[in-house]
């Protein structure tokens, strides 16, 4: 069964203060890995999709990396407004109609500081 | 990418009564998820619909419980029958795109049940 974990659950910096979230995946065969933002009272906002080991994927403040087991959500000089729920997502290499999924992470909640 | 419009954002319901979520896409997409996020957890897929065809459940959720429509391309319900307090949740659609490739969730839909 496909797992994905999240790290950490929480996470509080100073605004300018720099850090990565964390996301280890298991998946019998990996399609794409999904990093979203969600917002409080909002449904997730889409961030990045990586393929494979190696790839990296830039966005304002934040860089998305892969590799064979994990990714990771850097984030640099966050801002106030970068506060939001972080959520990580593979997909299971399913395409057929009803095998086709998205197995979600718990998510780290950050909280930027001014 | 696909906009989703989901409706209602909100409602509080009754147990016993039933709820149904609508979800409207601004494009034509082949399939549409159906997910739900309990307090503090993550997101689990309740169902794919496909348009013409009857949906398919995940493991712990069955189709009286969660009927689901979907009369066209860009368009689906969700029903949530029978409420109890334990049905309290965001219930989220998501619809799958291919340029770009990717998955696109509405806002969502904040059910308590009373």
């Known amino acids: 069964e496909d797992q994905v974990t999240q790290s950490p659950e929480a996470l509080r910096l100073q605004e300018g203060e720099s850090s990565s979230l964390n996301c280890s995946y298991t998946?019998?065969?990996?399609?794409?890995l999904f990093w979203y933002r969600q917002d409080p009272g909002k449904g997730p906002e889409f961030l990045f999709t990586?393929?494979?080991a190696g790839e990296e994927k830039e966005k304002e403040r934040l860089k998305a990396t892969l590799t064979k087991k994990e990714s990771f959500l850097h984030i640099t000089a966050p801002k106030p407004e970068d506060s939001a729920t972080y959520l990580c997502a593979v997909h299971n290499g399913r395409t057929n109609f009803g095998n086709e999924k998205l197995t979600f992470g718990t998510g780290t909640r950050l909280t930027i500081i001014p | 990418s696909a906009v989703i419009s989901q409706k209602p954002s909100r409602d509080i319901c009754q147990r016993g009564t039933s709820l149904t979520i609508q979800c409207q896409v601004d494009s034509q997409v082949t399939m549409m998820f159906w997910y739900r996020q309990q307090p503090g957890q993550s997101l689990t897929l309740i169902a794919t619909?496909?348009?013409?065809?009857?949906?398919?459940?995940e493991s712990g959720f069955v189709i009286d419980k969660f009927p689901i429509s979907r009369p066209n391309l860009t368009f689906s319900t969700l029903t949530v029958s029978n409420l109890s307090p334990e049905d309290s949740s965001i219930y989220l659609c998501?619809?799958?795109?291919?340029?770009?490739?990717?998955?696109?969730f509405g806002s969502g839909t904040r059910l308590t049940v009373v």
């Open positions: 990586l393929y494979s």
């Open positions: 998501s619809v799958k795109t291919v340029l770009p490739y990717g998955y696109t």
């Open positions: 998946v019998s065969g990996l399609r794409g």
């Open positions: 619909a496909n348009q013409g065809s009857e949906a398919t459940y």
